[in-house]
């Protein structure tokens, strides 16, 4: 099966640091990747939609200047959260899609973001 | 209102029972559903898709109607390793991608 990693699993960071998650496609290629964020007893919310090649599109209420997305490769997208706050601890998952926008999206399996 | 929206539980039920799932949904134009499985600070997987003719897999059977945009889960003789959160997942085709969108969750416990 389709398989997605994402790096670290777990960071820990001081206030107004920046932390990049990395998110891959490893035995398949992925034109389109999804940022999610979920809060403790919450839903997974869609941050963005990572392009190859092009800008991210961010959701209403994400800010784009503090979520960097980057999609350099077919298999690899990047977020970076930009001077982190308390309030960014969170667990963030990519979901990538196996062969059209319209596929089975694959999970990655989250990383958990804790700033102190 | 949220988009999708399920009771949050938890349900706490024996092995061997039966235990059923409800979602709702607004968005009346939603073309696919599906329900997906978290457990405990891991990602989720998916458990399975949803149709309008109604589809089980196993100990899992689910419906949809789209008349009243309410999909179920039924799942029959449960096991322990079914404990975990279960995803009801809508598809929104909108912007020309397939955006999911995700409820809340519902917490099954299952106990000896």
């Known amino acids: 099966g389709a398989v997605v990693s994402q790096h670290p699993s777990r960071v820990i960071c001081k206030s107004g640091t920046s932390v990049k998650i990395e998110c891959r496609s490893l035995d398949f290629q992925a034109t389109t990747m999804f940022w999610y964020r979920q809060f403790p007893k919450k839903s997974l919310m869609l941050m963005a939609t990572s392009n190859e090649g092009s800008k991210a599109t961010y959701e209403q209420g994400v800010e784009k200047d503090k979520f960097l997305i980057n999609h350099a490769s077919l298999t690899l997208s990047t977020l970076t959260v930009t001077s982190a706050h308390p309030e960014d601890s969170s667990f963030y998952i990519c979901?990538?899609?196996?062969?059209?926008?319209?596929?089975?999206?694959?999970f990655g399996p989250g990383t958990r973001l804790t700033v102190t | 209102r949220k988009e999708v929206e399920q009771d949050p539980g938890p349900f706490n039920v024996p092995e061997g029972a039966t235990v059923a799932f409800n979602c709702t949904y607004s968005?009346?134009?939603?073309?696919?559903f599906f329900w997906y499985r978290q457990d405990c600070r891991k990602e989720p997987k998916l458990l399975m898709s949803?149709?309008?003719s109604g589809n089980e897999d196993g100990r899992f059977t689910a419906q949809l109607n789209r008349a009243s945009q309410y999909i179920s889960l039924l799942i029959r003789d449960s096991k322990l390793s079914d404990s975990a959160t279960y995803l009801c997942v809508v598809s929104d085709l909108s912007g020309g991608y397939n955006k999911l969108i995700f409820g809340a969750g519902t917490r099954l416990a299952v106990h000896p």
């Open positions: 979901s990538a899609v196996r062969t059209n926008l319209w596929g089975e999206q694959y």
């Open positions: 949803v149709y309008s």
């Open positions: 968005n009346s134009a939603s073309q696919s």
